[in-house]
């Protein structure tokens, strides 16, 4: 009976190990923003996370269609509360009691919306903010929590607050010297511990590529996970026995030692967003975006964490899709973080566990294969010109125009072509938007050179009419791009 005990004894420990290992092989988590003229249908959206293994999901804000279409899904999703709505619900326990109710028990009663977590804010201490939120950002969370708890939901939804690295420092640049900025400390301790009570947890966002771009004289090797069997890149940096070969590693390990020093180490800690661009800048590329996001995927499949946190927790992939909707005052690369481009395709190769390659979105449906360019014999010094492109870009997106981008070698033609195409397509090729002054042309030849890919639009048809109060918010700050961009190719066209 002794040997019968002992064998049922390794069965079950067996089982615990199988069943609480810390996460389960491709189990990947991602930011599903939704700033795009076309956006890619909900439920063909939600197939595309769950065909590649995302069984997690963000949204910014309470977007309806994403929402309804995450319904009984089984995607477990943290929902944001935008920065612009810290202010009512941190000044006001009955307007965070509104914001959850139609926000939270709406979605999870009336559509089996699996919400775990209420993201209060996004990145409220950054330092650009110049101290916006600061005051706001505490209260709205204790509002939030007290609201969930009203609801009968805290138990479910727990809260937590998206921070940027820029809360945390090392004066000497080791992870073990970490500790948080001395203008927030006591904000920061005072909210982790509040986190921390309630059962919340902490989410960073961790850009490698930012750092890499603000500075010239940064590391590139350092930017990226080190492939298997690589020597260390140069500026690895020694913090006693433990050797930092990353950026990634050495910036989560900062935080988790301010964590510490303040006794708030038993704080979950997870990368609320991590990725790297595509397109808009000369450091965004496909070549660079599929070294550093294959490299974090590995360390994802493998559970690969960090010195002071060997499990890897769970990562946030920003982003998803690419926006072409989206504020472009960080850089131009904004819109062009996608793990996959605007209609579901993948942006880069990248492989899952076993070498099972990402797939695309099934389902999708375009817009007729035709585009708009520049009529052969127009001129490029044509007065009318500047002004046409400079109207087509204040609407459409055209930061893949940047230099260095994947349309920044185009000739003086084919940068109006791009710009008009671009229009066209936003406006879903609809009759008159093709014009230009009769300077455009509509051709059935895709026009497309080298890396520059002149794209069709998804058909309006299958678009979600309920995106419109958030594209609304995200057309002031295309107009605004307008002005920028029309500087620009004015240089451009007068070349």
Not at 29 to 48: K, Y
Not at 72 to 87: K, Y
Not at 395 to 417: M, Q
Request: some cysteine; overall charge neutral.
């Amino acid at each position: 009976m002794g040997s019968s005990s002992a064998a049922v004894q390794a069965v079950v420990l067996l089982w615990l190990a199988v069943v609480f290992r810390a996460r389960p092989v491709e189990a990947l988590a991602a930011n599903w923003g939704t700033r795009a003229r076309h956006p890619l249908p909900g439920d063909i959206t939600v197939r595309l996370l769950k065909d590649n293994g995302f069984d997690k999901a963000k949204l910014f804000e309470a977007d309806p269609a994403a929402l309804q279409a995450l319904g009984h899904s089984g995607i477990q999703v943290m929902l944001g509360l935008p920065n612009e709505l810290l202010a009512s619900v941190a000044g006001n326990v009955a307007a965070a009691e509104q914001w959850v109710q139609q926000n939270v028990s709406n979605y999870v009663s009336k559509y089996g919306v699996d919400i775990r977590y209420v993201a209060v804010g996004n990145e409220p201490f950054l330092k650009s903010y110049k101290g916006m939120f600061e005051a706001a950002t505490l209260p709205a969370v204790q509002n939030v929590q007290a609201a969930l708890v009203k609801a009968g939901l805290a138990r479910q939804v727990r809260v937590t607050v998206p921070l940027n690295a820029d809360v945390y420092e090392s004066l000497d640049g080791r992870p073990s010297s970490g500790d948080f900025r001395p203008d927030i400390t006591t904000l920061m301790t005072n909210l982790v511990r509040f986190l921390l009570d309630s059962g919340g947890m902490l989410a960073i966002n961790i850009y490698p590529f930012l750092s890499l771009d603000a500075d010239a004289n940064f590391p590139r090797d350092y930017a990226y996970f080190p492939a298997p069997g690589a020597p260390p890149s140069q500026a690895s940096v020694q913090d006693g026995n433990v050797l930092y070969t990353n950026v990634f590693d050495a910036n989560y390990d900062t935080l988790i030692a301010a964590l510490e020093k303040h006794g708030l180490g038993n704080i979950t800690v997870v990368v609320g967003e991590i990725g790297w661009p595509t397109d808009g800048d000369a450091n965004a590329n496909v070549a660079s975006a599929q070294r550093f996001n294959q490299g974090l995927f590995d360390r994802i499949v493998a559970g690969k964490g960090t010195p002071r946190r060997p499990q890897m927790p769970d990562v946030y992939v920003f982003a998803l899709l690419d926006e072409d909707n989206k504020s472009v005052d960080p850089g131009n690369f904004e819109r062009h973080w996608g793990v996959f481009n605007y209609d579901g395709s993948p942006s880069t190769p990248l492989s899952l566990a076993s070498g099972r390659p990402i797939v695309p979105a099934k389902g999708v449906k375009y817009l007729s294969k035709q585009w708009c360019v520049l009529r052969s014999d127009a001129s490029p010094t044509d007065p009318a010109v500047v002004g046409a492109v400079g109207y087509a870009c204040q609407f459409a997106d055209c930061t893949s125009l940047s230099p260095g981008s994947s349309c920044g070698s185009l000739d003086v033609r084919g940068n109006i072509s791009y710009a008009f195409n671009q229009f066209f397509q936003s406006a879903s090729q609809q009759k008159g938007s093709c014009a230009f002054n009769n300077l455009a042309v509509i051709t059935t030849t895709d026009p497309s050179q080298g890396t520059c890919r002149f794209r069709i639009e998804i058909d309006p048809g299958r678009r979600d009419r309920t995106h419109g109060a958030s594209d609304s918010a995200a057309a002031r700050a295309a107009a605004a791009w307008g002005a920028v961009v029309l500087l620009a190719l004015l240089a451009i066209v007068a070349v």
